[in-house]
């Protein structure tokens, strides 16, 4: 997992820096300052990072062999990961509203391929953890030995701290 | 024994044919992969090489008319991109995939089911670039695909969204190759199997594996970004909306230079292998030239400028880039040195093999020189876009990275078929393929210092490059009928070609020390390794001046009972498998899908819905491949009791 976890890292590091590249470039379109709600998004960051608390509960479940707190947490986890790609989705659509499309600008188009390859990956973690949470209904989850635990979690816990670099770089460094 | 009462559910029971058709469908052993990988990669070089062969017929002189321009641009951009990514990584993918676990002495790789969903990648995704010319044209950007160049305004039709899918497709296929070659290597290593007493392939393997690793990621972001600009209409590389020009270029060389790398390594591995066994003598310098592709691998990463000198990125840059670029022959270097000093005073047999090594170390020194040429920013000026680039790389990649492959392919075979191929032919094919090779493409040295552009499908009379250029073809034609020569062999070798014992070669690695065939389980013990060259040193003693002297016969080989299979043994293999051959189909699917999504160009309105409808299937093919694979039970039950 740590290593495709490199390559991920890879992967969101060319994200990022063809997004630094073009973060001026607006093409007479909105940019970063007309167009970034920090309160809203500062919020939804926060939900994310809430879920990376729930993942460490759920996991500490999983060590103590508690099926019920792990699926408990399991579930409360996936909940803020929903959250938040709700927030994402709704920010997508007032952006649009007030007049950034995909195609406006390198800017625009640079911002939503960046946060929405995040979005994709918040979206499959989920998956991830609705998956874990079938199989321990299912009693297919052995306690003993079970690494998928573990490397969803890692998962889970990367996607986050990928989040705190993009909305570092992406709403704070322009805006500020 | 197996139990058939037991009850289960018809869609989650494992397949347990292990032959037939279903057999190879469904097969997670890393041989059966291995050999898959092998053929098919091989049917790839032959369609390549028709490719190549077209280009040179249409070059064999001035003003030539059998192909024109749109179609030749079309064939040396498929030629490229089918030898680069469907040819030399599928092919050292199949050397990785049947030798490297044998060497470090293990059963399978770590993820044998993704192992499995790699080689359906990489043949759908073959199938679907080269499915581009059944849907009117092919990509024709180039091997690299420069955007803007790339982009809809400038090359319309379907070709170049098959390019950015169709690697995008192959690059899942290596990227999970890469994660699995690296846990196999870090956690399924046998006891006594330190990381300085692997052979050396497999070092090359594991460093190939952390280069594209973090190689292709970069790719995968600039290839989604053509894909946007392409389908959706983003602004990535659109110029008039402020992009900027070279964005395409950076992302690619910063794959695209270790991508060289990644051809190369694998070969460096497979002539450390064979340049030993034949001289008779260990390999020299073990640190030094594992060291060494650590440290190509690692500077790889630093140079991809150089690959843009005449982008204009200004003075200092292109003397950083040069000055970097000629560090890296500090490496390549020794390792060419440290076979020299392999072969020297050994007992040296000339086979095939051996021969394709030697070609290598010879050829792959001329084009690490005339690389080393253009490392100098101001000479790049003059050579860049000529056929002296032509020249050069075909030096490494053929001369070099094919030869090494051929010397892999006579090595193992008789490791992977359990027959000998013929030395005559062996010795035919390598003379006539060497003998080709350099009348192939020494002349475009010429041609290209004379000033003969590449990429240019006429060019006219008298401008002094008849001559060379008609060599050239011929080279060609000798090069098609050297692989003729091999094919030949390979049938010869399945119909009459004599059996091959375990260790046919006085081999010095754990790969020798089975049956040839390997049997299905590997080994029947779990190896112990002692010292590097484990196998050697059960076989040969050395005397008081160091020579080696044979250990009295029997002592190695117990020959117990060989055709009690892994079952009796109690060895658990995995069990077949039919969700990464849906998982694969689900994601070619999704990519017939992105092509058809916009006919029109990213102007237009337009959505087709058979487009739409092909991402719809394939995303529940994938889904449905998905939750299969990780609901399926992990062994069959009854399957073996243990
Ligand atoms: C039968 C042997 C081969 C012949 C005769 C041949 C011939 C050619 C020619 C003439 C071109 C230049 C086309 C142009 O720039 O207008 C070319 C391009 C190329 N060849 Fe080969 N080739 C052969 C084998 C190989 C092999 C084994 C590789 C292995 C990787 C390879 C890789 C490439 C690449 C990467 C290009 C560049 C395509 C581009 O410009 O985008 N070729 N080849
Ligand atoms: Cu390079």
Do not use: C
């Not at chain 2, 990489?122 to 010319?133: Q, R």
């Amino acid at each position: 997992m740590w290593v495709f976890l490199a390559s991920e890292a890879m992967f969101f590091g060319s994200l990022i820096t063809t997004y630094m590249l073009y973060k001026d470039r607006t093409a007479n379109g909105p940019g970063p300052t007309d167009i970034f709600d920090i309160p809203f998004t500062s919020v939804s960051s926060f939900v994310l990072l809430m879920s990376s608390l729930t993942m460490v509960l759920a996991h500490d479940g999983a060590v103590k062999r508690d099926e019920g707190r792990m699926r408990l947490w399991l579930l409360a986890t996936a909940m803020l990961g929903t959250v938040f790609i709700g927030g994402q989705v709704f920010e997508f659509t007032s952006f649009v509203s007030e007049g950034m499309t995909i195609t406006t600008s390198p800017f625009s188009s640079s911002f939503y391929l960046l946060t929405s390859f995040h979005g994709i990956h918040v979206t499959v973690g989920i998956l991830f953890l609705l998956g874990l949470y079938t199989l321990s209904r299912l009693g297919r989850l052995p306690m003993e030995d079970d690494i998928r635990v573990d490397m969803i979690a890692l998962y889970w816990h990367f996607v986050d701290i990928v989040w705190i670099v993009i909305f570092t770089f992406v709403y704070l460094i322009p805006v500020g | 024994m197996a139990t058939t009462s037991i009850e289960r559910s018809a869609t989650l029971r494992r397949p347990s044919s292990k032959t037939g058709l279903v057999g190879w469908l469904t097969t997670v052993d890393h041989k059966k992969i291995g050999i898959l990988y092998g053929m098919t990669a091989f049917a790839f070089f032959i369609v390549g090489g028709i490719e190549a062969l077209l280009i040179r017929m249409q070059l064999a002189g001035p003003n030539g008319d059998v192909l024109t321009a749109e179609v030749y641009n079309q064939l040396f951009t498929m030629h490229g991109v089918t030898m680069i990514f469907l040819v030399i990584m599928p092919m050292t993918a199949a050397f990785m995939n049947y030798v490297m676990p044998i060497q470090i002495g293990a059963r399978d790789m770590a993820f044998p089911r993704l192992n499995a969903m790699s080689y359906w990648l990489f043949l759908l995704g073959g199938l679907f670039l080269n499915s581009s010319f059944l849907f009117g044209q092919a990509p024709s950007g180039g091997w690299f695909g420069y955007a803007p160049n790339s982009l809809f305004a400038y090359n319309p039709g379907p070709g170049m969204d098959f390019y950015a899918v169709g690697l995008q497709i192959l690059g899942i296929a290596s990227l999970a190759s890469a994660v699995n070659f690296i846990v196999t290597i870090l956690n399924l290593r046998a006891p006594g199997m330190t990381l300085l007493r692997m052979p050396v392939f497999s070092w090359m393997t594991f460093v190939t594996a952390f280069l594209l690793l973090f190689a292709l990621p970069v790719l995968a972001v600039g290839l989604f970004e053509l894909t946007a600009d392409r389908i959706l209409g983003t602004n990535f590389f659109d110029v008039g909306k402020g992009a900027d020009p070279i964005l395409w270029q950076h992302l690619f060389w910063v794959f695209g230079h270790p991508e060289v790398y990644i051809m190369i390594l694998p070969s460096f591995g497979i002539v450390s292998e064979v340049l030993p066994v034949f001289s008779r003598k260990p390999l020299f310098g073990y640190a030094a030239v594992v060291f060494a592709g650590a440290a190509i691998a690692f500077i790889g990463f630093g140079v991809w400028a150089h690959h843009m000198f005449a982008a204009g990125l200004g003075p200092i840059a292109n003397t950083g880039f040069a000055l970097s670029s000629m560090v890296i022959a500090v490496p390549t270097g020794i390792k060419i040195f440290n076979w020299v000093a392999t072969m020297w005073g050994g007992r040296i047999r000339l086979t095939a093999p051996m021969l394709f090594a030697i070609g290598l170390v010879a050829q792959f020194t001329i084009g690490g020189l005339s690389g080393v040429t253009h490392a100098i920013a101001p000479h790049d000026y003059q050579q860049t876009d000529t056929y002296y680039i032509v020249a050069h790389f075909h030096y490494v990649l053929f001369g070099g990275g094919m030869f090494g492959i051929f010397a892999g392919l006579y090595y193992w075979w008789p490791k992977i078929f359990g027959r000998m191929l013929n030395e005559t032919l062996g010795k035919l094919n390598f003379w006539t393929m060497f003998v080709g090779f350099n009348l192939a493409f020494f002349p475009m040295h010429m041609s290209g210092l004379w000033g003969m552009p590449r990429r240019t499908y006429i060019f006219p009379p008298g401008m002094g490059w008849d001559l060379m250029n008609l060599l050239s073809t011929i080279g060609a034609f000798t090069i098609a009928f050297a692989v003729l020569v091999f094919i030949v062999n390979a049938v010869r070798s399945h119909r009459v070609g004599e059996e091959a014992t375990g260790d046919p070669w006085d081999g010095r690695t754990l790969e020798w020390s089975v049956e040839s065939p390997t049997p299905e389980h590997n080994f029947h013990e779990t190896p112990i390794v002692h010292s590097r060259d484990d196998w050697w040193n059960t076989k040969y003693e050395e005397d008081t001046q160091g020579r080696p002297v044979r250990v009295p016969a029997g002592a190695a080989d117990d020959g117990e009972q060989l055709d009690v299979g892994a079952r009796e043994r109690g060895i658990h293999l995995p069990d077949p498998s039919y969700w990464p051959l849906v998982v694969a189909i689900g994601i070619t699917v999704i990519g017939y899908g992105i092509v058809f999504l916009r006919p029109q160009g990213p102007a237009s309105n337009q959505w087709s819905a058979g487009g739409i409808l092909f991402i719809v299937l394939g995303v529940v093919t994938l889904l449905s491949g998905y939750f299969g694979w990780v609901l399926e039970p992990l062994e069959e039950p009854g399957g073996d009791d243990h």
